[in-house]
């Protein structure tokens, strides 16, 4: 089982090296897309949005689209097409060896599942007779919003659903580690960690939420009318727009020392998520983008995934450590893969403060925390029994060095 899964974390370093050169590029197009029905043609556009999985240990990035459903399990040299021709899809998300998408057809909005990636069944529970609009999963438990009665909860893959009395017209549903997000049109945003039992209403002035992301202790959301962002648990909201000539956020992504952000219209902008002018003054990111329309985005590695009106697009950011220096004696994780404990291990020079930071396969900023170094060897315990199953990669910075390293969870 270590074998297969230290092979898993290979395959997504493979996906991660897809664009060399440091601009966009549209991994549709030159590759040819083969349909289950046997006819080949290119992966379809628009795309509503993206998702990894690692499903049979195997890691997969999923282009849900208008018109179908699309896979690739190498890097986009090719593409599957796993989903209902008549289908608008919405997302995919997994929960521990079961795959689920929420997809628009002519009988409604339904609940698909599946165990290998290619064979999909609606035969789950019934869900509610409200209009569906987002899922989630936090590897525990499943999560479908309701355009306006709230949100349902499954705890064994669908075949039974509770209503959850929560977050009424929400627009979107997020998973960042175990912990839930909710958020409305009227702009309030909840918050769970305990699998949707409670929430948390941590409020914002920003109406109709549409992304979020964790950067450190700061929760910043994506709206129609920008970012918004809040560092001291929903008390105060501040608006984080400076030259952000963009509107309506699909997507906000931490990656190394940057968080960019997708719009519909504008392309994707980033701006530096360290330091003290942190999330404060953006820029454009569109280098030979060839559609502005970006409905999502994620990161896989180093590399950016934009899904488009006209495709999927890549950016190969540069910044993951080599795995030569991630041979290096001076820092490691053990066990790993790890169960339910890690613990970094760092030799220092000096005594120094610093930050440690895991992010998920796609990019997502899962946990932080301060730490103090001393001179010597320093350890470091790292909360793995608060993740779910899959490759994370832990990123420590003392003063001014940086290191990362990739682990994997394993149950």
Not at 27 to 32: I, L
Request: hydrophobic residues 40%; proline residues 2%.
């Amino acid at each position: 089982m270590i074998t297969s899964l230290l092979r898993s974390a290979a395959l997504m370093l493979a996906v991660a090296t897809v664009a060399a050169s440091a601009q966009w590029q549209l991994v549709n197009t030159p590759f040819t897309l083969r349909d289950l029905s046997a006819s080949t043609t290119r992966l379809e556009a628009p795309i509503n949005s993206l998702s990894l999985t690692n499903l049979n240990n195997t890691t997969t990035l999923w282009g849900a689209g208008k018109t179908n459903l699309f896979r690739t399990r190498n890097g986009a040299q090719s593409w599957d097409s796993a989903g209902l021709k008549t289908a608008n899809f919405i997302r995919v998300v997994q929960r521990g060896s079961t795959l689920f998408t929420l997809a628009k057809t002519s009988a409604g909005t339904m609940v698909y599942s599946s165990t290998d990636g290619q064979i999909w069944v609606t035969t789950l529970g019934q869900v509610t007779d409200d209009e569906l609009t987002d899922i989630t999963s936090n590897g525990r438990v499943i999560m479908i919003a309701g355009k306006t009665k709230g949100l349902y909860k499954s705890d064994n893959n669908g075949d039974t659903w509770r209503f959850v009395d929560v977050a009424q017209n929400c627009t979107m549903l997020r998973s960042i580690g175990s912990t839930i997000y909710a958020g409305t049109t009227e702009g309030y945003l909840f918050r769970s960690s305990d699998d949707g039992g409670t929430w948390e209403n941590l409020g914002c002035t920003c109406a109709n939420i549409t992304c979020i992301t964790t950067v450190g202790n700061s929760i910043v959301v994506g709206t129609p009318a920008g970012v918004c962002l809040t560092t001291n648990g929903g008390e105060t909201w501040l608006h984080r727009n400076n030259n952000l000539f963009a509107q309506h956020i699909t997507a906000l992504v931490q990656a190394g020392d940057w968080l960019y952000a997708a719009s519909a219209g504008q392309g994707v902008w980033r701006t530096l998520a360290v330091g003290s002018n942190r999330i404060n003054q953006w820029q454009p990111f569109n280098s030979s983008l060839g559609n502005l329309m970006v409905s999502d985005m994620v990161l896989a590695g180093n590399t950016l995934w934009a899904g488009t009106q006209n495709g999927i697009y890549t950016f190969n950011l540069g910044f993951t450590v080599s795995v030569e220096d991630e041979q290096s004696d001076a820092l490691s994780i053990a066990p790993n893969p790890a169960t339910d404990a890690a613990v970094m291990s760092i030799s220092t020079e000096s005594a120094s403060t610093g930050s440690i930071s895991i992010t998920d396969i796609s990019g997502t900023t899962v946990h932080t925390q301060s730490i103090t170094s001393a001179e010597g060897v320093n350890s470091f315990t790292l909360p793995v029994a608060q993740l779910s199953s899959g490759m994370y990669v832990a990123r420590i910075t003392l003063g001014a060095t940086t290191a990362v390293r990739r682990f994997v969870v394993a149950r």
